[in-house]
């Protein structure tokens, strides 16, 4: 498995997509890649419930989503 570029991208309720970051390296660990934002990978910014958060991996059209409860 070969890392890449990731970036999120978020969508609030009513609203439309926005980059969350800009394109971050991702690296290798063992058989996945990780990449993280924030401080520890437990800061960063508030949204409100129903918000739409994707990472999207540079030159690949699939995106990993999750809509915040």
């Given amino acids: 498995m070969r ?5 999120w991208l978020v969508k609030k309720p ?5 980059a969350g970051s800009s394109w971050k390296r991702a690296g290798r660990v063992d058989t996945f890649v990780e990449t993280y934002w924030g401080r520890d990978g437990h800061t960063g910014p508030v949204y409100p419930r129903g918000t739409r958060i994707c990472v999207q991996f540079k030159d690949l059209s699939t995106k990993a989503c999750v809509t915040l409860k």
């Fill in 14 to 18: 009513g609203g439309t997509w926005k």
């Fill in 3 to 7: 890392s890449g570029s990731a970036r």
